[in-house]
């Protein structure tokens, strides 16, 4: 036992030693988090400024390589959306971060499937105001949109790799999901056109990925209430007057009007899961029903649990954790939350279409990757679908099964500058749902690998 101990002991002083970094750098070092188990990669977070004259600072959490070396492996950040929610809490902490907080709230255990086995792991709380981001302007907390954001995000990369340098020219990817469906791209535009007649860029940006991705208000929209009426979650009547009255809306600043029928289809869903409309709630879900999940679901991972926001909550509040992670320096004299509200119900801008991105950075000879997670009817697969058919690119391969583990996990389409994944079974969060698939699809992106097809042994029909 005392063997073993002193093993898991040196093992995880690893984390506390890597590859040389700046001075700024190495005082973000995570030595090792509360309840952590031990690892055999470095950590690092902490804050970087966006804006100094406003007093906006944004805060990271780095999480190297562990699967491939980390001085060669890609550089990704991830996003999350909301607008308004925390990349440390949603991606880092119950999808495809290094660990997974226990119903504890005070202790973590290792994610069998984390993204950091093949790339460097970056997650940003973006805007300021968003997890432990903030902003000594208190009027940032109502003044946030889209390109405050993604100019915030891009002096937030620039000024991170000064403290970081050896990630200057290394392959550089940005993804993210559901309202980062906007960040990302813009966040895409604004590197790539920084990067024009740059020889070597710092940002050397080769692609972006997005899931269950807001992209297109109005075939967003469409695609959305045809997933409701179709899955039968709303009636014949709501789902013709949400067509009448809200399909030509901005998706951040609907109608009165639209919105009066949004309660009604509300209403008609009933208490669901709307990100995962074949889980249950947590509400709904106690504690001993939760260990029995993996029984009555099969296609879920082991020891999935819809309670897991209410975890990180805890956690993310608690004092040492945020000593561990070098947050909360100021004071901010609100607690943690997954989700701010301010950043929600006051955003300013947000344009009702993506497409002329995706068009620009097509062109440009960008990746670009989206998937979708089947089970979600906030932004379902239908949405991404008739988004994606409004781009009208020609069909390099056609839609086909993918396959892991000789069974079907999805579907896939190839088309000229753009490659779409569906995963079979998987909510909002593909990464929570389908761990598995999730990193596999993360792997063949980076490789700019369609998902694998059919295998002589498998019969189709």
Same mark, same amino acid.
């Given at each position: 036992?005392?063997?073993?101990?002193?093993?898991?002991?040196?093992?995880?002083?690893?984390?506390?030693?890597?590859?040389?970094?700046?001075?700024?750098?190495?005082?973000?070092?995570?030595?090792?988090?509360?309840?952590?188990?031990?690892?055999?990669?470095?950590?690092?977070?902490?804050?970087?400024?966006?804006?100094?004259?406003?007093?906006?600072?944004?805060?990271?959490?780095?999480?190297?390589?562990?699967?491939?070396?980390?001085?060669?492996?890609?550089?990704?950040?991830?996003?999350?959306?909301?607008?308004?929610?925390?990349?440390?809490?949603?991606?880092?902490?119950?999808?495809?971060?290094?660990?997974?907080?226990?119903?504890?709230?005070?202790?973590?255990?290792?994610?069998?499937?984390?993204?950091?086995?093949?790339?460097?792991?970056?997650?940003?709380?973006?805007?300021?105001?968003?997890?432990?981001?903030?902003?000594?302007?208190?009027?940032?907390?109502?003044?946030?949109?889209?390109?405050?954001?993604?100019?915030?995000?891009?002096?937030?990369?620039?000024?991170?790799?000064?403290?970081?340098?050896?990630?200057?020219?290394?392959?550089?990817?940005?993804?993210?999901?559901?309202?980062?469906?906007?960040?990302?791209?813009?966040?895409?535009?604004?590197?790539?056109?920084?990067?024009?007649?740059?020889?070597?860029?710092?940002?050397?940006?080769?692609?972006?990925?997005?899931?269950?991705?807001?992209?297109?208000?109005?075939?967003?929209?469409?695609?959305? $209430?045809? %997933? /409701?009426?179709?899955?039968?979650?709303?009636?014949?009547?709501? &789902?013709?007057? *949400?067509?009448? +009255?809200?399909?030509?809306?901005?998706?951040?600043?609907?109608?009165?009007?639209?919105?009066?029928?949004?309660?009604?289809?509300?209403?008609?869903?009933?208490?669901?899961?709307?990100?995962?409309?074949?889980?249950?709630?947590?509400?709904?879900?106690?504690?001993?029903?939760?260990?029995?999940?993996?029984?009555?679901?099969?296609?879920?991972?082991?020891?999935?649990?819809?309670?897991?926001?209410?975890?990180?909550?805890?956690?993310?509040?608690?004092?040492?954790?945020?000593?561990?992670?070098?947050?909360?320096?100021?004071?901010?004299?609100?607690?943690?939350?997954?989700?701010?509200?301010?950043? $929600?119900? %006051? /955003?300013?801008?947000?344009?009702?279409?993506?497409?002329?991105? &995706?068009?620009? *950075?097509?062109? +440009?000879?960008?990746?670009?990757?989206?998937?979708?997670?089947?089970?979600?009817?906030?932004?379902?697969?239908?949405?991404?679908?008739?988004?994606?058919?409004?781009?009208?690119?020609?069909?390099?391969?056609?839609?086909?099964?993918?396959?892991?583990?000789?069974?079907?996990?999805?579907?896939?389409?190839?088309?000229?500058?753009?490659?779409?994944?569906?995963?079979?079974?998987?909510?909002?969060?593909?990464?929570?749902?389908?761990?598995?698939?999730?990193?596999?699809?993360?792997?063949?992106?980076?490789?700019?690998?369609?998902?694998?097809?059919?295998?002589?042994?498998?019969?189709?029909?």
């Amino acid at each position: 036992m005392a063997a073993a101990a002193a093993l898991a002991a040196a093992v995880l002083a690893l984390s506390c030693f890597g590859a040389p970094a700046t001075a700024e750098a190495e005082a973000d070092r995570i030595c090792s988090l509360p309840g952590q188990p031990p690892v055999n990669f470095s950590m690092y977070s902490g804050y970087v400024t966006a804006d100094a004259a406003a007093g906006r600072a944004l805060f990271y959490w780095l999480i190297e390589a562990a699967g491939a070396p980390a001085e060669s492996a890609p550089l990704v950040l991830w996003l999350n959306g909301g607008p308004g929610c925390s990349s440390v809490g949603y991606g880092a902490s119950e999808e495809l971060g290094a660990f997974r907080i226990n119903p504890d709230g005070r202790s973590l255990s290792l994610n069998a499937y984390p993204w950091n086995k093949v790339a460097n792991m970056l997650f940003l709380d973006s805007p300021a105001g968003v997890g432990y981001s903030y902003s000594n302007t208190t009027a940032d907390l109502y003044t946030a949109g889209d390109n405050k954001t993604a100019h915030d995000s891009y002096n937030f990369l620039v000024n991170w790799l000064e403290r970081f340098p050896q990630y200057k020219h290394r392959d550089f990817y940005i993804t993210g999901e559901s309202y980062a469906g906007h960040y990302v791209p813009q966040l895409s535009q604004l590197v790539y056109r920084n990067n024009k007649g740059i020889r070597k860029p710092i940002l050397n940006f080769k692609g972006f990925m997005v899931g269950n991705a807001v992209i297109d208000d109005y075939h967003d929209y469409m695609g959305t $209430f045809e %997933y /409701w009426w179709t899955h039968g979650l709303i009636s014949d009547e709501t &789902y013709e007057n *949400l067509r009448l +009255a809200c399909e030509f809306d901005s998706a951040e600043h609907p109608s009165k009007k639209c919105d009066k029928i949004y309660d009604i289809a509300e209403a008609e869903q009933g208490n669901i899961d709307a990100y995962s409309i074949y889980t249950p709630t947590c509400k709904k879900t106690s504690l001993h029903k939760r260990r029995l999940i993996r029984g009555r679901m099969p296609w879920l991972p082991r020891g999935y649990d819809p309670c897991t926001e209410n975890y990180a909550t805890k956690y993310y509040n608690l004092p040492e954790v945020q000593e561990a992670l070098h947050a909360n320096v100021t004071g901010i004299p609100y607690a943690w939350v997954a989700c701010s509200d301010p950043i $929600f119900d %006051y /955003w300013k801008d947000s344009p009702k279409s993506m497409l002329p991105i &995706y068009r620009e *950075l097509i062109a +440009a000879g960008i990746r670009i990757w989206v998937f979708s997670g089947d089970a979600d009817s906030v932004v379902p697969l239908t949405a991404t679908r008739y988004s994606i058919d409004a781009l009208s690119l020609p069909t390099v391969t056609n839609w086909y099964p993918w396959y892991d583990d000789e069974e079907v996990a999805r579907w896939c389409q190839v088309y000229k500058g753009l490659t779409l994944v569906t995963i079979r079974g998987a909510g909002h969060e593909v990464p929570l749902h389908r761990p598995r698939q999730g990193l596999k699809l993360f792997e063949h992106f980076l490789r700019d690998e369609p998902m694998p097809k059919p295998v002589d042994s498998i019969q189709t029909f």
